[in-house]
């Protein structure tokens, strides 16, 4: 697997400069410029080195995605087909919960506390993500990080549940 952050320079952390990431990129991408080539192969190999760094750029700048890589630079694939770790009964009765609730709830200020818990839990999420992986405790972070990938999702079903309420005219009544 190829490591990211040494690509564009960084030691493998999850906390970077987002400014010198994006300056890192720039450069990375002015020195395998396809223009700069003289011969087809090479313009062919640059082209294909452009599009890799805009993969790097795209997940070294996504916390998320940043993470993901993070841990399948340790041997642990989430976020992609074919995960080698599974949510854990925990995190799938909560998930299972959170949907429940949502699917029930009636009205807006329903869904807005529904969307504070998950932002907590969100936050939660990131934390034991950060303190598990600095803590070399892998399983744990791949946890933590599957229970923020599903909270992610989750605010994308509220938005659209809140969205369609207020749509149809029910915003606090329920009706």
């Known amino acids: 697997m190829i490591d990211y952050f040494a690509l564009l320079g960084f030691p493998r952390a999850y906390a970077l400069d987002e400014k010198a990431v994006h300056q890192a990129y720039l450069a990375a991408q002015r020195a395998a410029h396809p223009d700069k080539q003289t011969d087809e192969a090479r313009r062919m190999a640059a082209l294909q080195a452009s599009a890799d760094l805009n993969e790097v750029y795209r ?14 630079l340790e041997g642990l694939r ?35 506390a529904l969307d504070q818990e998950a932002r907590a839990a969100r936050n939660e999420a990131i934390a034991a993500f950060l303190r598990h992986y600095e803590a070399r405790e ?9 229970r923020w990938r599903f909270l992610v999702k989750f605010f994308k079903e509220i938005n659209a549940v809140r969205g369609a309420l207020l749509q149809n005219g029910k915003a606090e009544s329920g009706f």
């Open 138 to 146: 892998f399983p744990q972070a791949a946890q933590a990080l599957i």
């Open 59 to 72: 997940v070294l700048r996504d916390p998320l995605k940043r993470a993901e890589h993070l841990l399948a």
């Open 78 to 112: 989430v976020g992609s087909q074919g995960d080698e770790v599974k949510p854990s009964s925990v995190l799938l009765m909560e998930s299972m919960d959170m949907r429940e609730r949502l699917s029930d709830a009636s009205g807006v200020a329903e869904i807005d």
